[in-house]
C-alpha cells in the first residue's frame, strides 16, 4: 500500500511536471520577430520547414526600412517541430487563423508570402477564415509544396487544403527545380480548391536560393535583393 | 522456435535494406521516351532494345546530380562490351545549359534533351536524379529516387542482376 501511494505521488509529481513543461515551452513561444514600419502594408513570412534563414530576417528588415512592416513566422522554432516538410501538416492552424485576423484587425493591407511546405497550414488557415477574410488576404507562395504523395512513375496526389474561394494566389517558382514541369498541375489544384491564381517563374534560380550551400554569384545577388523581388511582385500582381 | 525468430529477423533487415535504396517494380513496360540528343538525332528506347538500360534524370544545376556523374562514367567504362547503355536525360533545361556542364565534365554515354520536360512528366519524375533500370525488354524493373554510386555495392548488384536474366551468350 505504501509503494502504491509512494506511486501515486510520482505520478502526480510526473504530471504535474509535464504539465509545467507544456506552460513553459507555450509561455516563450517565439510567435513572430516584427518589424515595424509605417506604411499600409503588412507581409507576414513564413518561413520554410527548414527554419528561418539569415538573408530572410536580413529582407525582412529591409522590407520595413521601405516602409512594408513584416511579421516574421518560424513554425519549426516556434512549437519546436523537426525541420521536415511533414512538420508543416503539425502546425496548430487555430494559432495561424487568430494570426492572420491579428493581422487584419490592424488595418493595414496583409499578404502572407510562405515557402515551400509552409504553404500548407497557410493556405489550410486561410480556408478556414470567413469569405469576407479570405478576399481581403494575398498569399505569396514561394515554391510551394503541396504534394499529399508522389511518387516516380505515378500521377501526384495534391492535399486537399479545404475551400479557397475568392483567395488571390500568386506562386513564384525558381526555373531550376524538378517542380517546374508540375507547375500547370500545382496551379491547376489551387483552382480547384477555389483560388485565383498566377504565377512568376523566376529564371536562373534554383529552390531556397538564399540557403544554399553552393550558391552561385547571381543566387547570391538575387538573396540580397529579396526584398526588392517581392515588393516587385506584389505590385505587378495588385493585390491591394 | 529461435530459428524462426531470427528468419523474421533476417526477412525484416532484408525489407529495409530494399527499401533504403532501389525500389524494385513490376515489370510493366516503361512510359515513351522521345528526345533528341545534343547531335539532334531522335532518340527512343527502342535505340536500346535488347540491353539494360540505366535511364537517369538529371540537371545540371542539380548537385546531387552532378555527383553521381562520375560513377555513371565509370560504370559504362566498367561494362563496356556489355549490353548495358547508360543514358542522362537532361531535364528541362536548354542545349547551352547542358553543353556548358558537358564542356567542364567529359562523358562516353549519350546525353538527352528535354527542354520543354514532357519526358519529365510523362515519366512522372518529381525529384531530381531519378534513375531507371530498364530491362533488355524495355519494363522498368527499378526505380532509384536520389543518388547513388553506380560502379559499387547495391547499384552494380541490382545491374548485374538484370544481365543475368539476359542469355549467357549475351552478357
Redesign the interface.
Known amino acids: 500500500m505504501a509503494d502504491l501511494d509512494e506511486f501515486m505521488r510520482f505520478f502526480r509529481f510526473l504530471l504535474l511536471g509535464m504539465w509545467a513543461c507544456t506552460f513553459v515551452v507555450r509561455a516563450d513561444l517565439p510567435v513572430a520577430q516584427t518589424f515595424p514600419a509605417d506604411g499600409q502594408q503588412l507581409l507576414l513570412w513564413v518561413a520554410s520547414e527548414r527554419g528561418r534563414t539569415a538573408p530572410e530576417v536580413q529582407a525582412a528588415r529591409q522590407l520595413a526600412a521601405r516602409g512594408v512592416e513584416t511579421w516574421s513566422l518560424d513554425f519549426a522554432s516556434a512549437y519546436l517541430l523537426p525541420q521536415l516538410p511533414s512538420s508543416m501538416d503539425e502546425v496548430p492552424l487555430q494559432d495561424l487563423e487568430a494570426w492572420l485576423r491579428e493581422a487584419q484587425a490592424g488595418g493595414k493591407r496583409v499578404a502572407v508570402y510562405a515557402v515551400a511546405r509552409a504553404a500548407v497550414p497557410v493556405l489550410r488557415a486561410a480556408a478556414a477564415l470567413e469569405p469576407a477574410e479570405r478576399q481581403a488576404l494575398c498569399v505569396m507562395l514561394m515554391h510551394p509544396n503541396l504534394?499529399s504523395t508522389?511518387?516516380?512513375?505515378?500521377?501526384?496526389d495534391y492535399l486537399d487544403l479545404g475551400s479557397l474561394a475568392g483567395l488571390r494566389v500568386l506562386v513564384l517558382q525558381p526555373r531550376?527545380s524538378?517542380?517546374?514541369?508540375?507547375l500547370p498541375g500545382l496551379l491547376d489544384h489551387l483552382a480547384q480548391q477555389g483560388a485565383t491564381t498566377s504565377h512568376v517563374v523566376l529564371e536562373n534560380l534554383?529552390e531556397g536560393y538564399w540557403a544554399r550551400?553552393?550558391p552561385t554569384d547571381y543566387e547570391i545577388a538575387e538573396s540580397r535583393r529579396m526584398d526588392a523581388l517581392l515588393l516587385h511582385e506584389l505590385d505587378a500582381w495588385g493585390c491591394k | 522456435m529461435r530459428q524462426g525468430w531470427l528468419g523474421v529477423v533476417v526477412l525484416v533487415l532484408a525489407g529495409a535494406a530494399q527499401a533504403a535504396g532501389f525500389d524494385a517494380r513490376p515489370a510493366v513496360p516503361a512510359p515513351q521516351l522521345k528526345a533528341q540528343d545534343l547531335a539532334g538525332t531522335e532518340r527512343t528506347l527502342a535505340d536500346y532494345r535488347g540491353k539494360v538500360v540505366l535511364l537517369n534524370f538529371w540537371a545540371s544545376w542539380c548537385p546531387p546530380c552532378l555527383r553521381e556523374m562520375p560513377s555513371m562514367e565509370r560504370l559504362r567504362a566498367r561494362m563496356a562490351g556489355r549490353p548495358l547503355v547508360v543514358v542522362a536525360l537532361d531535364s528541362a533545361e536548354t542545349p547551352q545549359e547542358v553543353n556548358a556542364y558537358l564542356s567542364r565534365m567529359s562523358l562516353g554515354f549519350p546525353v538527352l534533351l528535354d527542354p520543354d520536360g514532357s519526358n519529365t512528366k510523362r515519366w512522372k519524375v518529381f525529384v531530381l536524379p531519378t534513375s531507371f533500370l530498364l530491362d533488355a525488354e524495355g519494363r522498368v524493373r527499378y526505380v532509384l529516387t536520389g543518388p547513388t554510386e553506380w560502379d559499387e555495392g547495391e547499384a552494380l548488384q541490382v545491374i548485374e542482376s538484370l544481365l543475368a536474366e539476359l542469355p549467357p551468350d549475351a552478357r
Not at chain 1, 150 to 156: K, Q
Not at chain 1, 178 to 182: G, V
Open positions: 504534394y508522389v511518387e516516380p512513375l505515378a500521377e501526384p531550376r524538378a517542380a517546374t514541369p508540375w534554383r550551400e553552393t
